[in-house]
């Protein structure tokens, strides 16, 4: 047992910057595992609550526990050792000279760029890493030279290199063409369906939610609109209030889809 019952436990949160309120009031409960997507468009809060729930940024005001570790009265550095993260923003962010492999290294202790001499153990285990998910022949590529689906598929086993008790991704598909976005959802549906490691994946594209996702939080505004199973959160009076357009959703083989029509 790993002594927590939830993964990430969020009340009353409140994020302010510059004077600019973009959390106001969200609680949510993320239970061991469980696997969530949170959904909203542009500017509602959802990087700023995923960047909580994985330890990189503290809450204005409210109580936020993730991993049985309370704000205020944790190492957030620590924590974050213990969370993979993946998020559109970490590519450009990552070194372009380091090679593919040293990339899926700085993901045992969540650092960018390399800060130390890695043991035979830790580079068996990213070279083993790569190798399964058939980017072998890449190892030895600069970060920067890799294509993007390639890069995103990179950073994704830097996350798992620590073998994480929970794993965030934050518009992780973004940039992405569609069989490197389909590639990447078989890989965290693979992961997903292992249970071992929660996972929550934030979008504002409900066809990226992969099979196995149980849950799903809807955001508006910085407060919650819905949350609660999949299907019963991600209706169309739902998304059409979270987006603004009339939204008819379509299901089909555990994946999920958003057809609009004319402006709400």
């Not at 970060?143 to 992780?172: I, K, N, Y």
């Not at 569609?178 to 990447?184: L, Q, V």
Request: hydrophobic residues 45%; aromatic residues 6%.
């Amino acid at each position: 047992m790993n002594g927590y019952e939830n993964l990430i436990q969020l009340e009353n949160l409140f994020f302010r910057r510059n004077g600019r309120e973009i959390l106001g009031g969200v609680s949510w409960t993320m239970p061991a595992g469980e696997n969530w997507a949170v959904i909203g468009a542009n500017g509602s809060g959802k990087t700023t609550l995923l960047q909580i729930a994985g330890g990189v940024l503290h809450p204005t005001a409210g109580k936020a526990t993730v991993l049985g570790c309370r704000f205020g009265a944790a190492d957030l550095f620590q924590l974050r050792r213990r969370i993979g993260w993946v998020g559109a923003a970490l590519s450009a962010r990552t070194p372009r000279h380091e090679t593919a492999l040293e990339t899926v290294l700085t993901g045992i202790r969540a650092t960018l760029g390399v800060h130390r001499e890695y043991s035979a153990a830790e580079r068996a285990r990213a070279l083993d890493l790569l190798e399964r998910a058939g980017l072998a022949g890449i190892a030895e590529s600069p970060f920067g030279v890799l294509s993007q689906g390639e890069q995103q598929r990179t950073l994704f086993l830097r996350a798992l290199m620590p073998d994480p008790e929970l794993l965030v991704l934050d518009e992780a598909c973004a940039g992405l063409d569609i069989g490197a976005r389909e590639e990447f959802l078989r890989n965290v549906g693979a992961i997903m369906a292992r249970r071992k490691t929660g996972a929550v994946m934030a979008t504002h594209h409900i066809e990226e939610i992969p099979p196995g996702t149980d849950r799903a939080l809807v955001l508006k505004g910085g407060r919650v609109l819905a949350a609660g199973p999949v299907e019963s959160a991600l209706t169309a009076e739902t998304l059409s209030e979270a987006f603004g357009v009339k939204v008819r959703v379509e299901r089909g083989g555990g994946r999920y889809w958003a057809r609009t029509g004319r402006s709400a």
